[in-house]
Structures are given as C-alpha cells and as structure tokens.
C-alpha cells in the first residue's frame, strides 16, 4: 500500500492541502480539535516533503 503519489504534480498538490489545513488547525490553536488537526497536518506534511523531494518526475 502507498501513502503517497507517484508524480511530482499530484504530491505536490497533497502537500499543499496538508499545508494548508495545519493552517487552519493553527489558527484555531486555542482548543483542542485545533491543537489535534495542527499537529496531525503538521506531521503529514513533513511527512509528504520527504517523499516528494524522493520523486524524480
């Protein structure tokens, strides 16, 4: 099972969903669910550039 694409334009397009929605759970950082889907987001995201900067196309 893969977590994660096998292109460049599709990965890219996951880490900036995953990107955008730690920003979400930031801004909402003052309550817990916003404090989970910041954390969880942020983790996925580092996550996902690991794996992009592997693809060569």
């Known amino acids: 099972m893969r977590l994660f694409v096998g292109n460049r334009r599709d990965g890219s397009r996951l880490l900036s969903s995953a990107i955008a929605t730690a920003v ?20 996925l995201s580092l996550w996902w550039w690991i794996c992009y900067r592997q693809l060569s196309h």
């Open 24 to 43: 979400v759970g930031f801004v909402r950082f003052d309550s817990p669910w916003g404090q989970a889907v910041a954390l969880g987001a942020t983790a």
